[in-house]
């Protein structure tokens, strides 16, 4: 997320259409007064997008290593592009977060799938994985770092009963966003880990459930 | 698991709980690491093993210690003295009951190359005897698989490797990361930090899982044999009950062995060059898991693609695998020529297990109905600990129609309590 937009920049040209919940925050923030008390808020409104951002930024990565292992290098690369270009903030206003959790749901997809099949992954594609999963392991501070802001905001005695309930709608839905994706990619780790067993067993849909009722 | 040897011989032997005194928890003398069969049929029997961990005395040497420290780091309880003048009857020692290979060809979809399977399969088991009175106390079966897939078949020589590699020393993992998936050892200490060996529990064996006609006939065309799926699945349930339960097995091998079996083994630490030669006792308890039909099924999905189902629509595959076992306990009787012995818990059930998948993919169906067994022994065994009336709501098979759920928990419930003597919460913790 745009985390540069905590205090309003005079550049920023909101474009809601993108749904930039950093930019719906600050304006949130902004409206009323420029009260001196508020800073504090911002600054804890820095910390919290710029700890989501890191997340993404790092789960991407971690994504990328994963596509790296199981053979493509051409979602590896999209991966890291689309890294690159939240890194730089330019995806604020671009949906960026949904385009994260397409990312990482495909790959969790994909993955299934493969381990669903019960087809096994080489030494090297096993250590591209596990490089992927220690960056998702990495983000477990970024996210102390969502959950200390989020509570410090929600604490917040500058901020009104409204004030926070807005800001905390949009931020638990920033959140919720961001633990999806990181969800699909620790679903994509355990996938990998029971493609060296034998293979991932699940339990079938009620149509192909009813071809078995006489057993 | 092709490596268990069962020479047969005619000798009844008491179970382990009449020939010991019951309440006090078992000392045992290490006597180092070993390998079922005999010196002399090494290199057929362990085609790769052979090349290095048990080459030699000096190769096994250098494994003993490691395994014994690991069970110490991670099992407190049990008594292993590491003293040759030590007066304990009882002596423990870990043999390497089997190693198989399989090499599986197969189209990986994201490439659309050729790739190969590398299937490693390690028994190692924790065998505890009498060396004075040649007889077997108890058997822990532990069975270790990994998978690995690679892009050109591998050699020989690399699968030896990757087999003598697996006994390594665990590397130390962070916390928080996970320990590599080839670590071996580092299950087999969670396995055997587990081990509770006393005088009181009892010994259970797996029957020969048996195959009615028309399974054998699905196996066979399947491309697998039913006499190796049998010997396989029966090496697996046997590991599987032992584990679950905490309890020693009575290994038949898929042979048919008995009470007065023989346990050939060479274990040159313990007893110098050649093998030693051990009597298997009865089991206390059998368990029969016998497969009466397999089917396979499928079905083609419409599913939206992406997070939102905002990537349009694609078919999807769902293939399922489906089985009725015939799962029965009895209590071991050797002198009731007959029934040999009586029967304690007798149910059908079934099994059912599905993937999905998009595009193209090529399954053997022997291979899948191996999965999906193996996979149903687990559940089996979860159940017989701490049976769930939920899951017999889903597994009692159809045959089974007018059989409360609830009545056939109760009765297997009564049976782990009353006649095993295994409470579902001292095995969990353990």
Redesign the interface.
């Known amino acids: 997320m745009n985390t540069r937009n905590h205090s309003m920049p005079s550049h920023a040209k909101p474009r809601w259409s993108g749904q930039a919940p950093a930019v719906a925050v600050m304006a949130v923030l902004c409206f009323g007064a420029a009260q001196p008390a508020r800073a504090n808020t911002g600054g804890e409104m820095a910390v919290f997008y710029l700890s989501l951002k890191g997340i993404q930024v790092a789960a991407l990565s971690g994504a990328a290593d994963m596509w790296k292992a199981l053979g493509s290098a051409e979602k590896a690369q999209e991966c890291l592009g689309l890294a690159s270009d939240l890194d730089k903030g330019d995806l604020a206003n671009e949906d960026g977060m949904k385009k994260f959790k397409a990312k990482t749901a495909e790959l969790s997809q994909t993955i299934g799938e493969l381990s669903e099949a019960g087809l096994p992954l080489s030494r090297e594609q096993q250590a591209s994985a596990q490089k992927g999963a220690l960056k998702l392991a990495g983000t477990t501070v970024l996210w102390a770092g969502v959950a200390i802001s989020a509570v410090r905001i929600a604490k917040d005695g500058n901020l009104n009963m409204l004030e926070k309930i807005a800001i905390g709608v949009i931020m638990a839905g920033e959140v919720k966003s961001a633990a999806d994706a990181t969800g699909n990619l620790l679903s994509a780790w355990k996938a990998y880990r029971s493609m060296t067993a034998a293979g991932a067993l699940k339990e079938p849909s009620k149509e192909l459930a009813a071809q078995f009722a006489a057993l | 698991m092709t490596a268990f040897l069962g020479v047969l011989l005619a000798a009844p032997m008491c179970a382990l709980a009449a020939s010991v005194q019951d309440g006090a928890a078992m000392e045992v003398r290490y006597c180092g690491i070993g390998f079922l069969g005999k010196d002399a049929d090494k290199k057929n029997n362990y085609r790769y093993l052979s090349q290095s961990v048990i080459k030699d005395n000096a190769s096994l040497g250098k494994v003993s210690p490691l395994l014994l420290s690991l069970t110490r780091d991670a099992n407190t309880h049990l008594h292993i003295v590491d003293d040759s003048s030590n007066g304990s009857n009882y002596s423990l020692s870990y043999i390497i009951a089997g190693e198989k290979y399989e090499r599986q060809p197969?189209v990986?979809?994201?490439?659309h190359q050729t790739?190969y399977?590398?299937i490693f399969t390690v028994m190692l088991n924790t065998v505890v005897f009498d060396l004075q009175q040649g007889q077997v106390i108890g058997i822990y079966p532990w069975i270790f698989?990994?998978?690995?897939?690679?892009?050109a078949p591998l050699a020989d020589g690399d699968i030896a490797k990757r087999f003598g590699e697996f006994f390594r020393k665990p590397e130390p993992v962070a916390e928080?990361?996970?320990p590599?998936?080839?670590a071996m050892l580092t299950a087999w200490s969670k396995s055997v930090g587990g081990l509770a060996m006393s005088f009181k529990a009892n010994t259970i064996s797996a029957s020969p899982v048996q195959f009615s006609e028309d399974a054998a006939k699905l196996i066979m065309d399947g491309g697998s044999t039913p006499e190796v799926m049998s010997r396989d699945l029966t090496t697996r349930y046997e590991a599987i009950l032992s584990q679950s339960l905490r309890l020693p097995v009575i290994p038949s091998g898929g042979g048919g062995a008995g009470a007065g079996d023989q346990f050939v083994a060479a274990i040159p630490s313990c007893v110098g060059q050649g093998e030693v030669t051990l009597t298997l006792p009865a089991p206390a308890y059998r368990f029969a898991f016998d497969v009466g039909?397999l089917?396979s099924?499928?079905?083609v999905?419409s599913v939206k693609?992406?997070?939102?189902g905002d990537?349009g629509t694609v078919d999807q595959n769902?293939v399922?695998y489906?089985?009725?076992i015939h799962v029965q306990v009895s209590q071991t009787d050797e002198s009731d020529t007959v029934n040999h012995g009586k029967l304690i818990l007798d149910n059908r059930l079934?099994a059912?297990?599905?993937?999905?998948?998009?595009g193209k993919?090529e399954?053997s169906d022997g291979?899948q109905f191996g999965?999906?067994l193996?996979?149903f022994m687990t559940q089996t065994a979860n159940n017989i600990v701490d049976p769930q009336e939920k899951w017999f709501k889903e597994h009692l098979?159809?045959e089974e129609s007018k059989t409360k759920p609830s009545a056939v928990q109760s009765a297997w419930s009564k049976f782990v309590k009353e006649k095993l003597h295994v409470n579902p919460k001292e095995v969990a913790h353990k």
């Open positions: 197969f990986y979809p994201l490439t790739r399977n590398n698989q990994y998978n690995e897939a690679s892009d928080g990361e996970e590599p998936a080839d039909v089917k099924g499928s079905v999905h693609r992406g997070p939102d990537q769902e399922g489906g089985a009725r079934r059912i297990n599905a993937k999905t998948y998009i993919r399954f291979d999965k999906l193996v996979n098979s159809a």
